[in-house]
């Protein structure tokens, strides 16, 4: 269970085109999302807090016209990269939030897609 | 502001050997994870710890937290090859949903 794929896996397009990325929980439904990104041997940073239903929550820094996230339904978050430019290339990687259970406790986790290489001529 | 950091950075080992990753975090935390990553590829979680003193065991990895001290560690025991990946701790401060990662741990272990 809690399994998230991403489409693409690995995309390449010029300088100035948009990109759109799609984050899917399968088998289980997902009212907050996240997206990261990471550039090569370096840790996750999170862009944004993708939520079911209203606007994307953005961290200092990230663009948010530049990033558009969509969350409409509860198995998908998207993410487009505007008019991307060689320095946005990187890895992308989403992941889908549930609620688990651990003996009395109950916890949120994060369940991790397999990520989409970004990469901009 | 929640701050994580692991240590070492960079693990060159022989297999056979044991050692243990450090991770250590700024501010309270409700709950700390532990994933591990190949090269290319996302996230693949190892371990959640959700209270003072847990340990968790899997194969040759063993994770503990230490609340009070604001440490968790990721133990290996006896390395093998296959081990071979960068190991991440993420930690969720109290009161918030944010995973925020630590650095990063690139082991290598040789044959």
């Known amino acids: 269970g809690a399994v998230v794929s991403q489409h693409p896996s690995w995309v390449i397009c010029k300088s100035g085109t948009s990109v759109k990325i799609e984050c899917r929980s399968l088998?289980?439904?997902?009212?907050?999302m996240f997206w990261y990104r990471q550039f090569p041997k370096q840790s996750l940073m999170l862009m944004a807090t993708?939520?079911?239903?209203?606007?994307?929550?953005?961290e200092q820094g990230v663009e948010k016209d530049k990033f558009l996230i969509n969350h409409a339904s509860l198995t998908l978050s998207t993410l487009t990269v505007t008019s991307a430019h060689p320095e946005d290339s990187s890895f992308y990687i989403c992941?889908?939030?549930?609620?688990?259970?651990?003996?009395?406790?109950?916890?949120?986790?994060?369940?991790f897609g397999p990520g989409t290489r970004l990469t901009v001529l | 502001e929640l701050k994580v950091e692991q240590n070492p950075l960079f693990l060159s080992m022989q297999e056979g050997k044991n050692y243990t990753i450090y991770c250590n975090y700024s501010t309270t935390s409700d709950r700390l994870y532990w994933y591990r990553q190949d090269p290319g590829k996302s996230l693949e979680s190892l371990f959640v710890l959700l209270s003072n003193g847990a340990v968790k065991q899997e194969g040759r990895l063993m994770a503990s937290l230490d609340t009070k001290a604001r440490l968790s560690t990721l133990h290996i025991t006896a390395a093998v090859h296959d081990l071979s990946a960068t190991y991440f701790c993420a930690v969720v401060g109290s009161g918030t949903y944010k995973y925020i990662f630590g650095t990063g741990t690139r082991l290598k272990v040789l044959a």
């Open positions: 088998d289980f439904q997902a009212t907050t």
């Open positions: 993708s939520n079911e239903g209203s606007k994307a929550t953005y």
């Open positions: 992941s889908a939030r549930e609620r688990r259970r651990e003996g009395l406790m109950s916890y949120n986790e994060q369940f």
